[in-house]
């Protein structure tokens, strides 16, 4: 029997990003893995777990062999943009449990150039087979279901879209202090509301970029931590949770999976949302940074618009910063982006964050982070609460 050991993230990496029209996905997950390996002075022969999901007939199996791999512990769960948040749980699992030694999460999408050289559409379409062929016929798009989200807890608590617009301009503020960041000029609440509709009541600004670009998150065994070359940042608790497919099947369109999979996280982290330095929410639009940051305990439930102002999420003076590197609404959003997430939680842990590291009040660096994604429609979630080593 294998004695239960912590897992921590040892290397973290992003590929190039922004707009890549001569990148492949492939080279974006091998050069995103390679750096993730240099982070933490890891060889590949010690990796021994793998986990990939969005490329490949056979993920990961196809992306494994790219990257000249032969991993014993493989995980391609697919459940969108929490995804990553899910695996990096699974392979905490896997390494407490003795399954896996180093497990090397990856992820790579030239979703931007895709659309631009006509490969595929800007529209997402899942299908018309099971659950979404009762409601394909009706046009409803993937952003309109947000939309009627949004506008859901707008008529329930009376949200306003500026309140919204004010995630946009925090967003684009962190943003400015990053200078891999895709749009960093500032904006403002009228700017933000004076944009093209894009499904009412969201503007072009309450929706994310669209980028390409890859990341990659390196998670060891305790035993190997001594030889890595970074400060170890600690897997301290995650949750995982489902809630619908179909929108007829969402009891309360206020009230998102991460109210579950946050529950989990910090219990099993022994730590409560007040003693968080700073969270790294999916951002595919506004509503979902408001209403994740109710549904993980940083406010009650109703009272996410006025969380969100004053200046709350930003670096520079915010009381909880929020996407501290711009977010998908202004960094880089390369399709299902949980990864990153977790890519910047970690920088910002090791203190690596230059211009726009987040700092408590007697400035010392941030010791305690969460990372929660979203995935679908608020379909799943997945969060997982990180520690500096």
């Not at 618009?305 to 880089?332: C, H, I, M, W, Y």
């Not at 990864?339 to 941030?366: N, S």
Request: aromatic share 6%; proline share 4%; hydrophobic share 45%.
């Amino acid at each position: 029997m294998v004695a239960r050991r912590r897992a921590a993230v040892v290397g973290v990496a992003l590929s190039d990003c922004g707009r890549l029209n001569d990148a492949t996905p492939y080279a974006l997950h091998a050069q995103a893995a390679r750096r993730a390996l240099a982070d933490a002075g890891m060889d590949r022969s010690l990796v021994d777990g793998f986990a990939s999901a969005g490329l490949g007939t056979l993920a990961p199996i196809e992306v494994a062999e790219y990257l000249g791999l032969r991993p014993t512990w493989v995980d391609s769960t697919a459940v969108g943009g929490s995804t990553w948040e899910v695996m990096a749980a699974h392979a905490a699992d896997a390494i407490a449990a003795g399954h896996a030694r180093a497990v090397l999460l990856v992820y790579g999408s030239t979703a931007r150039a895709d659309v631009h050289a006509g490969r595929r559409t800007g529209t997402l379409s899942f299908g018309t087979r099971g659950p979404s062929q009762f409601e394909v016929p009706y046009g409803h798009t993937l952003i309109a279901k947000y939309a009627m989200a949004a506008r859901r807890h707008m008529i329930e608590y009376g949200t306003t879209i500026e309140q919204m617009a004010e995630v946009a301009v925090q967003a684009r503020a962190n943003a400015a202090l990053n200078p891999e960041a895709m749009f960093r000029t500032p904006v403002t609440v009228d700017e933000v509301q004076a944009g093209p509709v894009i499904a009412d009541p969201f503007t072009k600004l309450h929706c994310c970029v669209r980028s390409d670009g890859g990341a990659a998150v390196l998670l060891a065994a305790e035993e190997y931590v001594r030889d890595c070359r970074t400060s170890p940042v600690w897997v301290l608790g995650t949750g995982e949770a489902v809630s619908h497919a179909a929108m007829s099947e969402w009891p309360d369109f206020t009230v998102s999976p991460a109210a579950v999979s946050g529950r989990l996280a910090f219990e099993r982290a022994g730590v409560r949302p007040s003693e968080i330095d700073f969270a790294e929410i999916y951002d595919a639009f506004t509503y979902m940074t408001l209403v994740t940051l109710e549904d993980l305990g940083f406010c009650g439930k109703g009272e996410g618009g006025a969380f969100v102002e004053k200046g709350r999420l930003r670096v520079e003076g915010g009381a909880l910063p929020v996407n501290t590197d711009g977010g998908g609404l202004s960094a880089q959003h390369p399709g299902m982006r949980g990864l990153f997430l977790l890519v910047e939680a970690v920088r910002q842990l090791r203190g690596e964050c230059g211009q726009r590291q987040v700092r408590r009040r007697d400035g010392a660096l941030p010791g305690l982070a969460v990372a929660s994604g979203t995935g679908g429609w608020f379909c799943s979630s997945g969060t997982v609460v990180l520690g500096a080593g």
